[in-house]
């Protein structure tokens, strides 16, 4: 029988450079708190999820400056972070492998992606519970895509059916998803190296809502939509 245990993991160790601020995006203010805090909170809140696994960077000093305690041991620290996102979700994982099973399910979400949803959240454990595979979050493509070139001249229009806009969490088996990052170093997100096993993710409907925040702007944004959800500062 199949683990029906959900776990989180969310990479925090980068930088954030595009952001242009003095300190790593994820500690950034949103609403007085920081946008790890609001993500880790969006994982938590379905209590199918046990624990959520929070990757940071070896030297990080930030971390323990804010409060955790309303999570209570729900939130596990990782100081095992790496250089790019593959490899700190790699090492959350090898560093979680004495907690977690290779049949529980792991979440993987972005730092930096705030405001997800709590029903696109449930929507998603309970379509891929009893998946094969395991799947993510996203939303079909709505604008028309261009491919240029490298001097930003119109190259091409794409054909955006069946094209959707990859968001997080990205939901697999802890030993399917080692074993996938095990074998590729240069993917952009989970699924991806779960492809190149040859299998086939399922796309489960997400909302517009759950952008990722990448530059200044996004903040901004990030707290409209929480503020319009009834969070204060």
Same mark, same amino acid.
């Given at each position: 029988?199949?683990?029906?245990?959900?776990?989180?993991?969310?990479?925090?160790?980068?930088?954030?450079?595009?952001?242009?601020?003095?300190?790593?995006?994820?500690?950034?203010?949103?609403?007085?708190?920081?946008?790890?805090?609001?993500?880790?909170?969006?994982?938590?809140?379905?209590?199918?999820?046990?624990?959520?696994?929070?990757?940071?960077?070896?030297?990080?000093?930030?971390?323990?400056?804010?409060?955790?305690?309303?999570?209570?041991?729900?939130?596990?620290?990782?100081?095992?972070?790496?250089?790019?996102?593959?490899?700190?979700?790699?090492?959350?994982?090898?560093?979680?492998?004495?907690?977690?099973?290779?049949?529980?399910?792991?979440?993987?979400?972005?730092?930096?992606?705030?405001?997800?949803?709590?029903?696109?959240?449930?929507?998603? %454990?309970?379509?891929?519970?009893?998946?094969?595979?395991?799947?993510? !979050?996203? *939303?079909?493509? @709505?604008?028309? $895509?261009?491919? #240029?070139?490298?001097?930003?001249?119109?190259?091409?229009t794409e054909a955006r059916e069946n094209l959707w806009q990859a968001q997080t969490p990205q939901m697999f088996r802890h030993g399917l998803l080692l074993r996938a990052l095990g074998r590729t170093t240069k993917l952009s997100d989970e699924a991806g190296a779960v492809e190149a096993l040859g %299998?086939?993710?399922?796309?489960?409907?997400?909302?517009?809502?759950? !952008?990722? *925040?990448?530059? @200044?702007?996004? $903040?901004?944004? #990030?707290?409209?939509?929480?503020?319009?959800?009834?969070?204060?500062?």
């Open positions: 029988m199949t683990s029906e245990r959900f776990l989180g993991l969310i990479p925090a160790a980068g930088a954030g450079e595009r952001m242009g601020q003095p300190k790593p995006k994820q500690y950034l203010d949103l609403l007085g708190r920081t946008m790890l805090y609001h993500s880790v909170k969006a994982l938590l809140a379905d209590t199918r999820i046990e624990t959520v696994f929070v990757v940071l960077a070896p030297t990080d000093q930030e971390f323990k400056q804010y409060p955790w305690g309303e999570f209570g041991e729900r939130v596990a620290p990782l100081f095992c972070g790496g250089a790019t996102r593959h490899d700190s979700v790699l090492n959350g994982l090898l560093a979680a492998s004495s907690t977690a099973e290779p049949d529980d399910w792991i979440l993987v979400h972005d730092a930096a992606r705030p405001c997800l949803g709590r029903r696109e959240l449930q929507r998603m %454990l309970d379509e891929l519970a009893a998946d094969e595979v395991g799947g993510i !979050l996203g *939303v079909p493509v @709505a604008d028309t $895509l261009k491919r #240029a070139d490298v001097a930003a001249r119109i190259q091409a %299998l086939k993710p399922k796309l489960v409907q997400g909302s517009p809502t759950n !952008l990722k *925040v990448t530059y @200044a702007e996004d $903040l901004q944004l #990030a707290q409209t939509i929480l503020t319009s959800r009834g969070m204060k500062p």
